[in-house]
């Protein structure tokens, strides 16, 4: 159980640190930010999709970017998608999957928490949650948007 604590805040801790390389010059992030929890507000990712992807905001402005969030979802595959912005990703709860368009679904490894990834903008990919619950904290270099994979784009 340590080892497994052990490699979930080593994750948290390079996705933090990551995040810090993805704030412009001249902007500050001097203020602590503290978000126990308990106390976060999650709101569906999609207004009109109240049972989709859930997320609460951690620091920053989703809509304008950069931002970090806790993302959850339910058990089932999110197909083929693209975002514009860069993404740092650690899986806190749950077993996920995550691939890239020419992968398969079967061939992805299950990642559980402690588990990272980083996603290019602009690159389709896919993602199933293999528990009933997942939870993973996602931190974004700019503005958080997402379109299915094939349809126009920006």
């Known amino acids: 159980m ?3 604590t052990l490699r979930i805040t080593m994750a948290i801790v390079a996705t933090t640190a990551a995040s810090f390389t993805t704030l412009g010059e001249g902007q500050s992030n001097k203020a602590m930010v503290v978000v ?3 106390s976060a507000t ?7 999709l109240p049972d989709g992807p859930r997320m609460a ?4 402005d989703p809509n304008t970017g950069p931002s970090a969030v806790l993302l959850e979802m339910k058990k089932g595959a999110v197909p083929l998608h693209v ?5 740092h990703l650690v899986v806190i709860e749950g077993a996920m999957k995550h691939w890239g368009a020419g992968q398969n679904e079967a ?4 990642l559980q928490p402690g588990s990272y990834w980083f996603q290019p903008g ?10 009933s619950r997942c939870v993973m ?7 958080r948007d997402g379109r299915l994979a094939g349809s126009p784009g920006p």
């Open 2 to 4: 340590h080892t497994r």
């Open 83 to 87: 975002h514009t912005s860069d993404y």
């Open 57 to 60: 905001v951690l620091w920053g």
């Open 42 to 48: 999650f709101v569906p990712v999609v207004a009109h």
């Open 137 to 143: 904290q996602v931190v974004w270099s700019a503005r």
């Open 122 to 131: 602009g690159l389709a990919h896919a993602d199933s949650c293999l528990s």
């Open 36 to 38: 126990p929890v308990e």
């Open 107 to 110: 061939d992805a490894k299950p």
